[in-house]
């Protein structure tokens, strides 16, 4: 799923710096289950911006809504005869969710309230880990399902470097080197010999480096 933590309030104070009236739009994808733009934070997200600006002696009226999407545009136009009630509209999710709005609806202002981090999951209560960097041709059938791009901290694909000790990263202690994890699994399992085989290089025609990319099912176009 995508990762996103919301914004420092200072900051989404200072988008709606000029509005008087605006809605907060939630997503009920990645984002609430990660606890960061669903209908529970809409209504927190609202009220500390409701409480912020009548300290400040300008009320701001904050309204709510959560889609069940926002990166198609089915949910999208569910919207259609609210946004130009608002002097702008802040989009609690992924940083697809205002673009797909904003492509919608052309006369409105949508503002960001999260900052979209990574591609992963849970791994722990409250905690969420990057698993993968959305890279195009997947390679991670070579490392037992590990991805060394996303998870080693230079992407190295041909073995660990001379940085990381005790099984983990030199940038934290916090960081599991996926290098010790690939090799200790290869060894575990009685084939460490699959990490000196000749391999094809990886094609990275599919990656973010050759532009906006676009997945097309002929089967769905209509």
């Known amino acids: 799923m995508i990762i996103a933590d919301r914004k420092p309030l200072e900051e989404i104070l200072e988008m709606v710096e000029d509005c008087e009236k605006v809605l907060v739009l939630g997503c009920k994808g990645c984002v609430t289950v990660c606890n960061v733009g669903g209908t529970k934070e809409v209504g927190i997200l609202a009220s500390i911006l409701r409480i912020a600006r009548q300290k400040e002696g300008r009320p701001l009226q904050v309204d709510e809504k959560t889609l069940e999407r926002q990166c198609d545009p089915e949910y999208v136009s569910q919207v259609k005869d609210l946004v130009d009630k608002y002097n702008a509209v802040i989009s609690m999710a992924c940083g697809v969710g205002p673009q797909f709005l904003s492509e919608a609806y052309p006369n409105q202002k949508f503002f960001p309230a999260v900052n979209t981090t990574s591609f992963g999951g849970a791994t722990g209560h ?6 993968c960097a959305g890279c195009g041709t997947c390679i991670i059938h070579h490392f037992d399902g590990m991805c060394p791009i996303a998870r080693c901290s230079k992407s190295l694909m ?28 290869k060894m575990e399992q009685g084939r460490l010999e699959d990490l000196i085989k000749a391999k094809p290089s990886k094609d990275w025609r599919t990656a973010r480096d050759g532009g906006p990319r676009k997945s097309v099912r002929e089967e769905l176009v209509q």
Do not use: L, N, Q, Y
Request: proline letters at 3%; charged letters at 30%.
């Open 126 to 131: 409250g905690v969420w880990s990057e698993r």
């Open 158 to 185: 041909h073995g660990p470097c001379g940085g990381s000790a005790h099984g983990k990263c030199e940038i934290s202690k916090e960081v599991d080197c996926i290098w010790d994890m690939i090799v200790k699994k």
